[in-house]
Every structure is written in C-alpha cells, then in structure tokens.
C-alpha cells in the first residue's frame, strides 16, 4: 500500500515551546490529509481536515490557532502545537489521501508528544 | 455518516477464524463499509471495504448482509500478530465528497489473540 511517512516518532518539549509534527506521502499525491488526536485507551479523535492549498477546516473544539496545521504542498502536511501544555500530550496521527476517486486513506505511524 | 456498533472486546484463538461483527442499521445506499485496525501505538492500517456484495482480500474478508444493515470482517486464520483495536466506520466513498469528507473513529473492537 502507499506510505504516509511521519516525522518525529517521539518528541519530548518543555512547556511553553512549539512543536511541529510533519506528515508526508511518499508515492502519492495527498490532495487530503487528516489529523487526530488519540489519548491512552480512546479511540482517534479527528482534529482537522486539510485540503492542499486550502485552510485547514477544524472540528470542533479544537483551537485553530493553538493547532496550526499547514498543507502547502501535495506531499506535505504539518502539524505546529504552540505553546503546547502537559495537557496536550498525546498520540498525534496523520493520514493522507490521494485525488482520485476511491483512493484509500493512509496512516503515519503517529508522533507521541509529553510536554513536561 | 451512518453511527456504527461493535463490541468492546473479543478473544479468539490462534489459528482459528476470527469473525468480528459491526452493526450500521442507519447506513444509507451510497454508503460504504471500511475496517481499519490499530495495532499498539500504531497508525492504523486499511484492511478492507465494501458497499454491498461481500469482499476478500489477502488480509480478510467482509461479509455484509444482504439489508446492508450489518457486516462481519473475518480473519480466516488468525495470528498473534492480529491483536488491535478493529475500526468499523460507515462513509461515502472516497470523491463522493471532495473538500468535504471525513474519516472518523469509534470506539472500535479490541481483538486478543490467544496462544
């Protein structure tokens, strides 16, 4: 199947400091790309929609300008958690999506952030 | 799209056919059925879909009634290695909605695969 590359696996950031999480297809075009949020023992909590070239489209709840989500290109999406806190440590995973009709949805092997 | 129901958890034996139900009694005709799985601290992984005739590939096969109101992926021989978290999630197929689509989990099923 195609490959959705994530990048850091792990990350540990102090509190206060920005994290950006980057998400790539690597034999496709994602014309779509997904990100969720996973808690220990939940299930995937979709935080946003983006289209490339467009804005991201958000759930709700979820604070756009605390979650900066960037999708300039159709091999790259990024995911910046500003002045993230403890409470934003999470499994943050990707999936992306090529243009044609029936084209399934991909998984990045998630990044794990702790805030400390 | 259409809300869908699993049970929390099953076992199964290694070895043996691991049938893992989902019910979707509000799906609608343009609707598909897709499975995912999770495997521990993974992304998850597509495993297959259908809308209304049964399907097989090399991982499972979906077995869905003929009201489309519930479905079984079946993993004919299961192994150790197939313990996750099995997703069933009921959407239009993929274009159907462009710029508008979603992809969104439940609470899903957590196989264990016992020795």
């Known amino acids: 199947g195609a490959v959705v590359s994530q990048h850091p696996s792990r990350v540990i950031c102090k509190s206060g400091t920005s994290v950006k999480i980057e998400c790539r297809s690597l034999?496709?075009?994602?014309?779509?790309m997904f990100w969720y949020r996973q808690f220990p023992k939940q299930s995937l909590m979709l935080m946003a929609t983006?289209?490339?070239?467009?804005?991201?489209?958000?759930e709700q709840g979820v604070e756009k300008d605390k979650f900066l989500i960037n999708h300039a290109s159709l091999t790259l999406s990024t995911l910046t958690v500003t002045s993230a806190h403890p409470e934003d440590s999470s499994f943050y995973i990707c999936?992306?999506?090529?243009?044609?009709?029936?084209?399934?949805?991909?998984f990045g092997q998630g990044t794990r952030l702790t805030v400390v | 799209d259409a809300k869908t129901t699993q049970p929390p958890s099953m076992d199964c034996a290694e070895g043996r056919a691991a049938n893992l139900p989902c019910n979707h009694s509000t799906i609608s005709g343009n609707e598909y059925v897709y499975w995912y799985r999770q495997i521990h601290s993974q992304g998850p992984q597509y495993i297959i879909h259908g809308l209304k005739n049964n399907e097989t590939n090399e991982m499972a096969s979906l077995i869905i009634t003929e009201d489309r109101k519930s479905s079984t992926l079946i993993l004919p021989h299961a192994t150790l290695r197939d313990t996750a978290v099995y997703y069933c999630?009921?959407?239009?197929?993929?274009?159907?909605?462009?710029?508008?689509?979603?992809?969104?989990f439940g609470t899903g099923t957590r196989l264990t695969i016992i020795p």
């Open positions: 983006s289209n490339e070239g467009s804005k991201a489209t958000y």
């Open positions: 034999d496709f075009q994602a014309t779509t």
């Open positions: 999630i009921v959407r239009v197929g993929w274009g159907a909605n462009f710029g508008n689509e979603k992809l969104t």
């Open positions: 999936s992306a999506r090529g243009r044609a009709k029936g084209t399934e949805a991909f």
